[in-house]
């Protein structure tokens, strides 16, 4: 099975700063990870679909880059509205999750 | 609209089998894959299973001798059943479909608590 390593596990910014998140694949998975981000009380909401192709309706201050192994979520210019609970998700084979970031506002 | 929202006991005793069901709309259960998915409180996802539009199921090799999805496409629901729980099994249950193997659209999810 694929794990996926997700880091950090917890960050603290201000509004205004560029924020960057990690995922790390235990195998290649190819362009096949996806961002959600997760706020307090409800579903995951797809962010980034297939490495860096932005969901219909999500602010172009989120983006994503990577292949093969290490992905990257970015946010160009954090806003309070950001702060949730943000996951990875490779779908090569299966589906395996990050284990999560918790993004505050400092 | 495609919409999904979940059901089902909020309290199961150790030991005995959790029974959901996801009741969908806005799709077809023959044209969308319907997958389980589970948050244990203040943790991460953990994806549970899938049934797929032509009715096979694939489950977490974790849980899959506890396991068991169908559906009753008649009435455009999905079920999920899982014996012998434990305490490690509590959690918000979320029901999802995919499109091109991307999580599309969510229920709010159902959380399920196991004690005596």
């Known amino acids: 099975d694929i794990q996926m390593t997700q880091s950090p596990s917890f960050l603290s910014a201000s509004v205004g700063d560029r924020v960057t998140i990690n995922c790390k694949a235990s195998?290649?998975?190819?362009?096949?990870l996806d961002w959600y981000q997760q706020k307090l009380g409800e579903a995951p909401k797809l962010l980034i679909y297939n490495t860096n192709n932005l969901h219909t309706g999500i602010p172009s201050r989120f983006s994503g880059s990577g292949s093969g192994t290490d992905f990257t979520l970015t946010i160009s210019s954090l806003q309070p509205e950001d702060v949730a609970t943000y996951f990875c998700?490779?779908?090569?084979?299966?589906?395996?999750f990050g284990g999560g970031t918790k993004l505050e506002l400092k | 609209q495609v919409q999904l929202k979940e059901s089902g006991p909020g309290l199961v005793q150790p030991s005995q089998t959790l029974s959901l069901t996801c009741t969908v709309s806005g799709f077809s259960l023959t044209s969308n894959s319907v997958h389980w998915v589970r948050q244990p409180p203040g943790k991460g996802l953990e994806w549970v299973g899938v049934?797929?539009?032509?009715?096979?199921?694939d489950y977490n090799s974790t849980l899959k001798s506890r396991l068991s999805i169908s559906r009753d496409t008649s009435k455009s629901q999905v079920f999920l059943k899982m014996n012998s729980l434990q305490a490690e099994d509590a959690a918000i249950y979320f029901c999802?479909?995919?499109?091109?193997?991307?999580?599309?659209?969510w229920g709010q999810g159902v959380m399920v608590a196991v004690s005596s």
């Open positions: 998700l490779q779908h090569n084979s299966g589906w395996t």
């Open positions: 999802a479909i995919t499109i091109a193997a991307i999580f599309d659209s």
């Open positions: 195998q290649n998975i190819n362009k096949y």
């Open positions: 049934i797929w539009s032509g009715g096979s199921t």
